[in-house]
């Protein structure tokens, strides 16, 4: 099992940018952050393979996150830039440990970190 630690989230104001950062205690096959608003259901945000950087993105993000990862540190990273109110979330680093995984699918990932509270104000 490995285990998640995420940071980063805040308070920011609409337009503005955040970069969360997930510490994974060993290498996964996939990584990906999701979120959950308040009354919503978990949605997911991002993706990345492990080993060769592919990512994928949620429709919503429409250019403005970027995930990627530091091989050295075991730590994967979402960069939010041009936040919206709707943005407003817990957001989790996924972590996926074999073929299994499918990317947004929630289920399918095996370990999850604590959360992160990300708000944006309007």
């Known amino acids: 099992q490995v285990q998640l630690v995420e940071s980063g989230g805040g308070l920011v104001q609409a337009g503005g940018s955040l970069r969360l950062s997930c510490a994974a205690s060993?290498?996964?096959?996939?990584m990906a952050w999701f979120r959950q608003g308040p009354g919503k259901d978990r949605e997911f945000v991002s993706a990345?393979?492990?080993?060769?950087?592919?990512?994928y993105y949620a429709d919503f993000v429409q250019g403005r996150f970027t995930i990627s990862r530091d091989n050295a540190e075991n730590t994967v990273y979402l960069q939010m830039n041009g936040l919206k109110p709707d943005d407003t979330a817990v957001y989790y680093c996924?972590?996926?440990?074999?073929?299994?995984?499918?990317?947004?699918?929630?289920?399918?990932?095996?370990?999850w970190g604590q959360g992160t509270q990300v708000t944006v104000s309007s």
């Open positions: 996924a972590a996926g440990l074999s073929y299994r995984v499918y990317f947004t699918r929630a289920d399918t990932y095996n370990s």
């Open positions: 990345m393979y492990w080993n060769t950087g592919r990512t």
């Open positions: 060993g290498r996964a096959f996939m």
